[in-house]
């Protein structure tokens, strides 16, 4: 239920679900006696009830194409209904909760591998203007993680931030944007655009990129008659005494005037069509223009 309807009335909210029900399985239920279960006494006096709301009345014009009758059962013998949908194992799937801290793992296998990157060995040893070292980690001056040029770690990092249910897989700027708040590395953006590249489920699951197709366009209105000439093909019609067993219909979009051709169904194939379409378009106009 959308906000609107969870505050109605709790009758109200019964005979929705009635209703959302037969317009979901109409097309098997009509032509069929329905009987319909519920456990509120009030809706099986729905159609004896002289005072109706226009939300109630509206509801009940929808119920009068169904042949249904409406039982009370009380909720203590509805026992299999309201165990369907009471289940304990139907809950909420468990969210992989991501954390965008900076978990305890990442850090030393980031500080392990600093002497391994001649860059970040050399920040550490002689210092630069843009990075400060605290705890021997390397940070930015707006006290951003310095990542050093390790693909497993780049790779799980952006995984951390990209992969996960609750990130949700978001494209190359909100990826980046997610993954700058704690992280910097030279060449961040190339990394996040080559892994959203490879992963499958972007893929396989990306947003059409084309245009917005637009609204119809209608044809141009001829100017005079017999200017635009649509034709169409009666086939497979009982064979006359001249041989015909299809009829040629010409209509003129200006005029609305028909010509109608009797002919046989292997004009295409003798190469006809063309000359018999140019005959009747002059025939037509010039009967039209000498009224």
Not at 3 to 25: C, K, S, T
Not at 70 to 99: F, K
Not at 125 to 134: A, D, E, I, R
Not at 258 to 274: E, F, K
Request: proline residues 4%.
């Amino acid at each position: 239920m959308n906000d609107a309807e969870r505050n109605y009335a709790v009758h109200e909210q019964e005979l929705l679900a009635i209703v959302h029900a037969l317009r979901e399985w109409r097309h098997y239920l009509l032509g069929n006696r329905i009987i319909v279960i519920t456990d509120h006494r009030s809706l099986q006096y729905l159609a004896t009830q002289d005072k109706l709301s226009a939300r109630q009345t509206r509801w009940s014009e929808f119920l009068q194409q169904f042949d249904y009758e409406i039982r009370y059962r009380p909720g203590r013998d509805n026992q299999v209904a309201d165990s369907l949908s009471r289940r304990p194992d139907h809950t909420l799937a468990t969210i992989h909760q991501s954390s965008l801290n900076i978990d305890g793992e990442v850090l030393e296998m980031i500080k392990a591998e600093y002497d391994n990157d001649p860059a970040t060995k050399q920040i550490i040893t002689n210092g630069h203007s843009n990075y400060k070292v605290t705890n021997a980690m390397i940070y930015t001056l707006d006290d951003k993680l310095y990542v050093p040029s390790n693909d497993s770690i780049i790779t799980r990092i952006i995984a951390e931030h990209h992969d996960t249910p609750l990130n949700g897989h978001l494209g190359e700027h909100k990826t980046f944007e997610r993954v700058c708040r704690s992280y910097f590395w030279p060449g961040m953006r190339k990394s996040i655009r080559q892994h959203i590249q490879r992963c499958q489920s972007c893929q396989a699951n990306k947003g059409s990129n084309q245009l917005p197709i637009g609204l119809l366009q209608p044809l141009d209105i001829p100017g005079k008659r017999w200017e635009t000439v649509s034709m169409d093909l009666i086939t497979s019609l009982p064979t006359t005494r001249r041989g015909n067993d299809a009829i040629i219909v010409f209509v003129d979009k200006f005029s609305k005037m028909v010509h109608l051709r009797g002919n046989n169904n292997d004009m295409h194939s003798s190469g006809r069509c063309p000359h018999i379409l140019r005959h009747r378009c002059q025939a037509a106009w010039h009967s039209s223009t000498h009224r």
